[in-house]
Each structure stands twice: as structure tokens, then as C-alpha cells.
């Protein structure tokens, strides 16, 4: 049984191509929907079953959320189910997925958790405003471009503490702010190309997550979900600061003190957990649940960092992914 | 039989924890071990994890060795208590580590999230330039954000800087030098119980006690893991103890039994030691599994009575009973741990043994001996303000001074020194006798008045120690500038600046650097105080040292400038160097003829452009318009020919032109390779030993391989110690074999 790694999607997973990605009959989504109605909040089912995608309804953060923790935690779970799971870890958002797949959570704390949260984002960004902007770190082929980090570097300092790092996500720096961040973040970037997506690239519907801006968020979800149980995890979690949480000796009231606490309001680093899922626990595969496959390109551009099974660029990685033992699986490819 | 014994160990913990009953009740994650303890069930389990980890790097190292993959078989397996301590101490308390400290660093990586201790040593094992600190040159357990400055630790020269950075902590505050590390830290430092008698050892624990002694704080646990063995030689039973529980100065606590209960006499010695300040002697009863390394055939010196009976004491096996026996884990989770690790290191022993390695000379060196000139330049320009100087000088500037004893060496050295302690203000001058006294030449004199006893101190009369110090203190922002009294006592210490202080920059990849000045008086010519150790020309074992920056002024003037370039040096590039200064000449006055004042010359102030300062290839240029003999020479040799020149004209007519090295490693011929060209016959004239030198042997063997055509020829002193009084004239090279040479050479 190969070793695996799950790798857990954050916001920005769920677009148009993922409507209908929900199986009304499976238990768990049920399951989810109860959950989903006590917060007063429309069926996830309605959502995903809509015709047509309509943006400010489904990219608003209570409703992408949830949507997005529910096709990824069903995923996972038939990843578990085929595989020897050694670890789990998950970007932003997918942390709470990943609590969840790794057992830390319950089903239903994971879903309380996770629409909770996108409540008080939504509810405090209403008042910070600001966003997430996206700039590349990296070129085409996936290698360091000190001309990017340069600019980013810059950007960041000159923006009077209005802007701030965010996210560390292998080949992308997804940085943040108050309004005026953001704008400066968009005004001082030089344009850039990766792929066929041009930056810098405001975020649809996105808070300064992962800021000080947001510590409000931290405060709220003590208070709010003190009554979530956190329990030991089955398998090891790796956390956004890259530390692991082994199933023999997790201290849960830290991972709670984090998950409610820098988590939300420190920069998330999730190459740094890659990288340390990868050094540490060596798995055979690396495995991406749905929705869409945008962690794809990014754990590719973390791995060529790592040099990890040789690869150092873009090319290096579609060799191994076309070669008889892929690293990378994902799972709505 | 070294695989089988593994087997044999990994058998014997995999067969108690399948066959073990769990406890009536398990203990909650936070419930001691037993009452009053202070490990907790899931703390225990945590550093059983570190412990398991540990012991299948090990196991890896060996498969990998077998496999030709990886080149060290030197483990930890045994020692995985000192797990223990891992968790205990900080990761701002600076922790020097001898090479069985796996579990140790296994522990210690935990405190900083993202650490991944495992595969960094995988590579290390696997020697990749992809490991993080040594980038391939050695097996280290090394860190830079884990402050573990690398150590390779074979014959515990290791202790000395450990003792000096616990001295400079409280240092720091006395003198306002941002050390980096909180008030409250201590220094780590550990090695084992047969490595305890090494002399560095010694001279550590003795250093340690003596600074107690004296009233000032030395936070510093010394931890002996004690395996009862070195190699193949037992340790008499209960030596350590008899050793090391009595001493005063000296708070010695045994560390043994349950994991528990050495959990609990540890963190009880870190907590003292963090509070008291006083050197603690940690001692941490451990075991050694599977011989000394891979390739120690233990049958040969252990029956196999003994070797199993070693095996019984396997801390892991002990761990995982006392923790199924208490209730803070289960078999099953124990066995899940060891199962899951053994994979997980395993897997990712295939991936760092597929890493790159170094694979060019280019690569091993670049961190061996940087130097920017440029940057060494610019450093010097610091500025220096005028009503300072004024100040320290008393109105009186040294380039003012127009008094015979103004104008000598040994006064420019001592202005030079002045200068440098206002310009540098992390400097620290200490050696023996040269703080109160001023240096038993006197050069020193001043200073500690001027600037503190905080920044100029006497030490014990222990070179290694002053070395260690030296190293310590630099690892924290100082900018040490030890004495040694004498360049025979330097051989009772050479280690410390050649496995140690010059390796820091090559084995941490300049992450770690101990940028340092020693001062050494030596060579010969000494009137009226003879006798071979305080006139000793052997410069060879300095000039041996990779990546050490020699020099040896032969002026006063000069050796001013040399100082500064020197130190600049040590703060751009953090490197190790020394300057060898002549004793003869500390109070030379005359060059010709007694009275002619011929040697004294004004101290060149500092004029902060960058050609201050003089660096390797600055040479000394005498009579430059000399084109008949080229003479290369330094130190002492510079007068004796300048005096052998004069005369050879008188007699002659022939000029020679002397030039003088000034920085004899790196020796840079190429920079006289002009002087050569226009002069045609070169001579070296070379006052070290005949073998022990080197110069000479350097600059003939550089102009023979570039095919330098005219007549090439060295002087030298004798291949012998230096007697005392008329005799030291026999061996020295002298002014009129000097005068020999040339016209042989003229001939």
C-alpha cells in the first residue's frame, strides 16, 4: 500500500467548473446540509446544483467555504480509504478540511468550524475591508525569479504596513491588506505573466486573511467555538508554520490555541508544510482532493524548490507526472 | 555482525511491544509518570518519537553505508536519553554537540516549527551539498536557526569555546555588545565520559571553576553521556563521579534510572544552572549499541555475554516498558511509532542519497577563507572621532610623540591597540599578564585603565582557554584579541585554531563565524633573554592551518596598519588571524649603528581611506630603485638585511632591494613577481627553523615552478630549538651569513 500525503484546497477552488460536484445521495452531504440549515444559511446542494455560477453568491465566503471543506473531505476520504495515509496538511482553508480528514475534528466540528469561520471573516472584513492579491514568485518554468521577490519585497515595504504577507504558496506570493494595501499592491507591482493568468490578481471576495488585520477573527472564534472538540489526530497534521502533529503526541490544546489563534492571524506558510510533509515523512504520493485542481501547479513549483525526486523546474515535474510512479495526484483533474 | 546485532536490538524492542499487555489505565496526556514527576504521558511519548527517530537514522546510516551511499557510521544509538536534554534546553541557550546527539537534535528541531531534523540528516549522512549546514563537507549535527554551531568533537575541543561563550553572556552585558541571546541563557555542551580526560576537556571544566571562582557567572552545563566505554577502552566504574561530584565551583548532578527520573534530575540541573549561573556537570548515564561506527568489530574486545548484556539496557526497550508499565502509552501505539518512523526515515534515506554533492574543489573551499578586499577596506574607514582619540590619548596623540620610547614597535602597537578600541567597540583584549600589567613587554600597557576590565582582562594561565574564550566570545558579536605570551605556548593550544576556530566558516558554510585577532609574541633574537621557549622561530604548524591569515610586521609603523587590516579583516570576513610579533624588535631603536635611532619610526594615525590598513600583497619595498639582488624576507630578517644590504654596498657597490612579505599566509608571491623580473637574482631570507618556516620553501618552490631564470637561494636558521645565551648566535641566522648569500649569489 503506497504511503501518501493528503493536500488540502483552500478558497479559490470552487469556480464555475465545479458546480454539480456534490452527490446528493452521499450521507455526508446530508449530514452537512443538517449542519449547514441550523445556521440558517441556503442548502449547499442548491448552491452547487445551480445552472448557472453567479459569483457574489457562490464565491461569498460562507457559502465557498463549506462547499469547498465538503467535496475535499469527501475526496480525502476515499483517498484514506485506498492508500496508507501518513500525513495531512492543507492550505488556508484546507487547514480545516485537513483537521478533519486527519480526524482531529469530527465531521461536524470540522463543518462548524469551517462555516463559523467564514462567517467572522465575512463579519469582520465587512469593517477592515482590504483583500488578497496574488503575484508570482517564480517564471515559467517554475524557478525563482529574485526580479519577482524583489518587487514583492519592495511592494511590502513601501506600502506603509498597509500591505502584508499572507500566504506563502510554493511559486505564489499571496500578499494582503487594508483597501489602501491593496491598491497599493496593485499600483506598484509590475505586471507579470504566469501561465496564462495575469498579475498582480485581486481575489474575488477575499479578507486580509492571515493578517493582523483579521485578529479580530482569532478573538471571536475562541468565543464562538469553545465548544469544539478537538481530538487526537490518526494520522500526522502539518501544520501552516510547518510543524507536525503525530497522532502519538499531539498537544491538542495547542493545535486548538493555533487553529483558532496565529493561524488566522500569521502568515500561512503552506510550501514550508509541503516541504516538511515531504523531508519528514517521505511519502510515495502526494494526494489533492477536489474541488478543481488549483494546488496542482503550486505543490509542482514547491516541489522543483525542494528539488525533491530531482525535479527543479516545470519540465522535471511533467516528466515525473508522465513517468510509471507520478508524484502528484489530483483528484478532479 | 554488526547488521546481525542491529537486528538483534530492533528484534528484541519489536518482540516486547507485540507480546506486551497494556496498563490497567492510561494515564490522561497530562498526568507525570509518577507523582511529582515532571514528565507528563504525553510529553513521554513525544520524546520516545525523538528517541525512535534517532535510532533509525542510525540504522539508515548503516544501510546506507553498506550500500555505498553514505560515509558515516558514527551513531547515537544508545545515548537516545540525551532526547531528554534536547527538550530541556532552548533553542537560545547555544549548544555545542558531540557527534552521538541525534535524539538530542531530534528533540531540540521541535521547538522551532518547520524544522525537518530527519532529512537534514539524511543528507548530512548522505554528505550532500543540499545539507543545510555543512553543505557536504562533514557528518555534523549543526544548525544555525537550532544555534548549534558545528562540531566534528572527536577529542573534545569543543568544551573550551563552550566555556567561553558562557563567559562572554555576562560579558555582553558589561559591555553593551548585542550578544543576540536572552538574559537568562546557558551554553550546552556535551561529549562523553572517555573524552572527559582530554586536555581541552580538562582545561574547559578547570576554565569553568576558575571563573566561578573569581566571582563571575558561567552558565554552562557540561553533559557527560556516559557509556562506560571509548572505542574498546571500558572506563573504569564510577570514575566520572569520583571525578566530578566533588569539585567545588562545580554543581554536578547524576542523571540515571527511568526516563522519568532522568527527565526530572535534568530539567532539575538545567533550571539550577539557568538561575545560579554556576557550571553544572550534567551526568547522563547512557549505553553504546553496535560498537564505536560501523566498521568497529565489537567482538573483538567484547564477549558476547557483555554485548548482550549492553543490549539489555537499550533505552529504548527501557522507555517503551516504563511507558506501557505506567500507562502513558499503549503497545500498539508505541509499535505504530516505530513502524511509521522506520518507514518514514527509511523513504526518505532513498531521497537524500539521490541529492546532489559537492563535486569541485571550488565548492569544497568557498567557505574555507573568504575574503573581500574590498569590503575589508571599506570596513577600515570606519570613522574615528578626533575628540575621542583626544581623550583616550590625554591630549598627547601618538603621531605627535617625538620620545625614543614613543616611537618603537611595541608603543605603535600599543597606540594601534587604543585606536582599534575606539573604533571597534565589541573588541576585547585578555591574555595572560596583559590586562593589569600591560603584557610582560609592556605592549598591552594602558588599556584596561583606559577602556575596563570588562574589555581588557586577565586570564588563567592556559592557552587553550584563551583560544576558547577567544571563540566564544566571537560567536556572540565580539571582536576577540587574545595574547598568547609566547609562540611556544601557542603549540600547547594549536587545536583550538586548527580544528576549531578556522573550521567554524568551512563546516557551517559561513553560517557560523568566530572572527577573532590573536596576538602572539615570539621569534627569536631576544638579547638578553634566551632559551627556546621564549625564542622560538617555528612558524610552520601557523602556516599549516587551513584558512588562517598570518602576518609578522617587522616595523612599528607597519605593524600598526597590520593591526588594523587585521581586525578589519576578522570583521568583514570573520576571519581567524593572527599577527606574530617580533619580541626583538618591540624596542629596537637602531637599524646601523647603536644611537642612529634607525628603527623607530612616527605611528601613521588612522587616516580611514581604504590603503590604510595592510593587507596580504602589500609588500614592503626597501631601496626600490635596487636592481642587482632581490631580497624576500619578514620580521626580523627585514633589519638583518637592510644592515647585510648597507654593508654589501659599502663592500660591493651591488644594491639589493629588500622586500618585506608582511602577511606570510596567504603568501602572496605573485605579488613579487616585478620585483623579481627587475632584479633577476632572488634570495630568501628566512630567520624560522630551517624545516619549520616555510616561506623560504614557498617563495623558491614559486619562482622554480614558473620558471623564474635567475639565481634563486634561501637563508635560514638551523634546524634545531634555541639554545640559551651566546649559542642562540650558532642557529639563528645572522646578518653576516645573510651578507654571505648575497655575494654568493652576486658571485
Known amino acids: ?333 | 555482525m554488526t547488521t546481525n546485532r542491529v537486528a538483534v536490538v530492533e528484534k528484541n524492542l519489536d518482540d516486547h511491544l507485540d507480546s506486551a499487555a497494556p496498563a490497567a489505565r492510561l494515564l490522561g496526556p497530562d498526568e507525570p509518570l509518577r507523582r511529582g514527576s515532571g514528565l507528563s504521558a504525553r510529553k513521554a511519548r513525544e520524546l520516545f518519537e525523538d528517541m525512535v527517530a534517532s535510532r533509525a537514522l542510525d540504522v539508515a546510516a548503516r544501510e546506507l553505508k553498506r550500500t555505498g551511499r553514505s560515509f558515516y557510521t558514527i551513531g547515537s544509538a544508545g545515548h537516545e536519553f540525551n532526547a531528554i536534554v534536547g527538550a530541556l534546553a532552548r533553542i537560545d541557550d547555544p549548544a555545542f554537540l558531540h557527534y552521538r546527539s541525534g535524539a538530542l537534535m531530534q528533540a531540540r528541531a521541535r521547538q522551532l516549527a518547520g524544522s525537518t531534523p530527519v532529512f537534514d540528516t539524511l543528507l548530512s549522512l548522505c554528505a550532500s551539498s543540499d545539507d543545510p549546514i555543512s553543505h557536504g563537507r562533514h557528518k555534523v549535527w549543526g544548525s544555525r536557526p537550532l544555534w548549534v554551531p558545528p562540531q566534528t568533537s572527536t577529542i573534545a575541543s569543543h568544551l573550551p569555546k563552550a566555556v567561553g561563550l558562557a563567559f562572554a553572556l555576562a560579558r555582553g552585558r558589561r559591555t553593551a555588545v548585542e550578544t543576540g541571546l536572552p538574559k537568562d541563557a546557558l551554553v550546552l555542551c556535551s561529549f562523553g565520559d572517555a573524552s572527559a580526560n582530554h586536555a581541552t576537556a580538562q582545561a574547559a571544566f578547570n576554565a569553568a571553576r576558575y571563573v566561578k571562582k573569581r566571582g563571575n557567572p558561567l552558565p554552562i552545563v557540561f553533559l557527560c553521556e556516559d557509556n562506560g566505554i571509548g572505542i574498546s577502552v571500558d572506563t573504569p566504574r564510577g570514575w566520572i563521579e569520583e571525578c566530578y561530584s566533588n569539585q567545588t565551583h562545580l554543581d554536578y548532578t547524576l542523571a540515571q534510572g527511568s526516563i522519568d527520573e532522568a527527565w526530572d534530575a535534568c530539567a532539575a540541573a538545567l533550571e539550577r544552572c539557568r538561575a545560579t549561573r554556576v557550571p553544572a556537570f550534567l551526568h547522563l548515564k547512557t549505553t553504546r549499541l553496535w560498537g564505536h561506527a560501523g566498521s568497529d568489530v565489537e567482538t573483538t574486545y567484547r564477549s558476547l555475554e557483555e554485548i548482550e548484556a549492553v543490549e539489555s539496557g537499550d533505552p529504548l526497550l527501557a522507555t517503551a516498558k516504563r511507558l506501557i508499565e505506567v500507562g502513558a502509552a499503549t503497545p500498539a501505539q508505541l509499535r505504530a511509532i516505530v513502524r511509521a518512523t522506520r518507514e518514514r526515515v527509511m523513504a526518505g534515506a532513498e531521497e537524500a542519497a539521490r541529492r546532489p554533492k559537492l563535486s569541485t574543489r571550488a565548492e569544497v573551499v568557498e567557505s574555507l577563507a573568504p575574503f573581500d578586499e574590498g569590503a575589508v577596506r571599506a570596513r577600515s574607514t570606519r570613522g574615528l572621532k578626533p575628540e575621542l582619540r583626544a581623550e583616550t590619548f590625554g591630549g598627547q596623540l601618538p603621531e605627535h610623540q617625538r620620545s625614543v620610547a614613543r616611537r618603537t614597535m611595541s608603543a605603535q602597537i600599543n597606540a594601534a591597540l587604543h585606536d582599534l578600541f575606539l573604533q571597534y567597540p565589541h573588541t576585547l583584549l585578555f591574555g595572560e599578564d596583559s590586562a593589569k600589567k600591560g603584557g610582560v613587554y609592556g605592549v598591552t600597557q594602558g588599556l584596561q585603565k583606559r577602556f575596563g576590565i570588562a574589555r581588557v582582562f586577565d586570564t588563567l594561565l592556559d592557552e587553550t582557554t584563551i583560544l576558547g574564550i577567544a571563540q566564544g566570545a566571537a560567536h556572540v558579536g565580539f571582536l576577540p584579541i587574545p595574547e598568547i605570551q609566547y609562540l611556544a605556548y601557542i603549540h600547547n593550544a594549536l587545536d583550538q585554531l586548527r580544528g576549531e576556530a578556522c573550521s567554524l566558516q568551512f563546516f557551517s558554510s559561513g553560517q557560523f563565524k568566530n572572527p577573532m585577532v590573536v596576538r602572539i609574541q615570539g621569534l627569536a633574537y631576544q638579547k638578553g633573554f634566551g632559551g627556546h621557549f621564549h625564542n622560538d622561530n617555528s612558524l610552520g604548524a601557523l602556516r599549516d592551518i587551513p584558512g588562517l591569515m598570518l602576518a609578522v610586521p617587522s616595523r612599528g609603523d607597519d605593524a600598526a596598519r597590520i593591526l588594523r587590516g587585521a581586525v578589519a579583516t576578522a570583521e568583514a570576513c570573520g576571519r581567524v588571524v593572527c599577527v606574530l610579533e617580533p619580541i626583538a624588535l618591540y624596542h629596537e631603536k637602531d637599524l646601523h649603528a647603536d644611537g642612529d635611532n634607525g628603527w623607530l619610526c612616527d605611528y601613521p594615525p588612522p587616516t580611514g581611506k581604504p590603503d590604510d590598513p595592510l593587507l596580504p600583497g602589500d609588500l614592503g619595498v626597501h631601496d626600490p630603485e635596487a636592481k642587482d639582488l632581490l631580497v624576500v624576507t619578514y620580521g626580523n630578517g627585514v633589519r638583518l638585511s637592510l644592515r647585510a644590504a648597507r654593508r654589501l654596498r659599502e663592500e660591493t657597490g651591488r644594491r639589493a632591494r629588500v622586500v618585506d612579505l608582511r602577511w606570510l599566509a596567504p603568501l602572496r608571491c605573485d605579488a613579487l613577481e616585478s620585483h623579481a623580473a627587475e632584479c633577476g637574482r632572488v634570495l630568501v631570507v628566512d630567520e624560522a627553523r630551517a624545516t619549520a618556516g616555510g616561506v623560504a620553501d614557498a617563495v623558491v618552490a614559486h619562482f622554480a615552478e614558473r620558471g623564474h631564470r635567475g639565481p634563486l637561494r634561501s637563508a635560514r636558521s638551523a634546524d634545531t630549538y634555541v639554545p640559551l645565551g651566546a649559542a642562540t648566535a650558532c642557529v639563528l641566522l645572522g646578518e653576516d651569513e645573510i651578507l654571505t648569500a648575497m655575494k654568493e649569489i652576486l658571485a
Open chain 1, 1 to 333: 500500500m503506497s504511503r501518501i500525503v493528503i493536500l488540502c484546497p483552500g478558497r479559490g477552488s470552487y469556480a464555475e467548473k465545479q458546480l454539480k460536484s456534490l452527490d446528493p445521495a452521499d450521507p455526508r452531504v446530508q449530514a452537512a446540509e443538517r449542519l449547514r440549515s441550523e445556521f440558517g444559511l441556503p442548502p449547499l446542494l442548491e448552491l452547487d446544483g445551480a445552472a448557472k455560477f453567479d459569483r457574489a453568491l457562490h464565491l461569498a465566503p460562507e457559502n465557498v467555504s463549506p462547499l469547498i471543506w465538503l467535496v475535499s473531505t469527501i475526496d480525502a476520504a476515499t483517498a484514506l480509504g485506498d492508500h496508507e495515509c501518513v500525513g495531512v496538511a492543507g492550505n488556508s482553508l484546507g487547514w480545516y478540511t485537513a483537521l478533519a480528514v486527519a480526524g482531529a475534528l469530527s465531521f461536524e466540528d470540522g463543518f462548524r468550524v469551517v462555516q463559523t469561520m467564514s462567517l467572522l471573516q465575512k463579519e469582520v472584513c465587512a469593517s477592515t475591508g482590504g483583500g488578497q492579491v496574488l503575484y508570482p514568485l517564480v517564471d515559467d518554468e517554475w524557478r525563482r525569479d529574485p526580479e519577482r521577490e524583489a518587487a514583492v519585497r519592495s511592494a511590502l515595504e513601501s506600502s506603509g504596513g498597509e500591505a502584508l504577507p499572507s500566504i506563502h504558496l510554493g511559486g505564489l506570493a499571496v500578499l494582503a491588506g487594508s483597501d489602501a494595501g491593496v491598491s497599493h499592491l496593485k499600483r506598484v507591482l509590475p505586471k507579470a505573466k504566469l501561465g496564462s493568468n495575469q498579475y498582480p490578481l485581486q481575489l474575488e471576495q477575499h479578507g486580509p486573511y492571515h493578517t493582523r488585520l483579521v485578529a479580530r477573527v482569532s478573538e471571536l472564534a475562541f468565543q464562538r467555538l469553545a465548544g469544539v472538540e478537538f481530538r487526537t489526530p490518526d494520522t500526522t497534521l502539518v501544520d501552516g508554520r510547518g510543524r507536525m502533529h503525530s497522532p502519538w503526541s499531539c498537544d491538542l490544546a495547542e493545535l486548538r490555541h493555533y487553529t483558532f489563534g496565529a493561524q488566522v492571524f500569521e502568515p500561512y506558510d503552506f510550501g514550508l508544510s509541503v516541504k516538511v510533509a515531504l523531508r519528514e515523512l517521505a511519502p510515495d504520493q502526494l494526494w489533492c482532493p477536489g474541488p478543481g485542481n488549483t494546488l496542482g501547479g503550486t505543490v509542482g513549483q514547491v516541489v522543483a524548490q525542494e528539488g525533491w525526486r530531482g525535479v527543479r523546474c516545470k519540465a522535471d515535474f511533467a516528466v515525473v507526472q508522465e513517468g510509471p510512479a507520478p508524484l502528484l495526484v489530483s483528484m478532479r483533474r
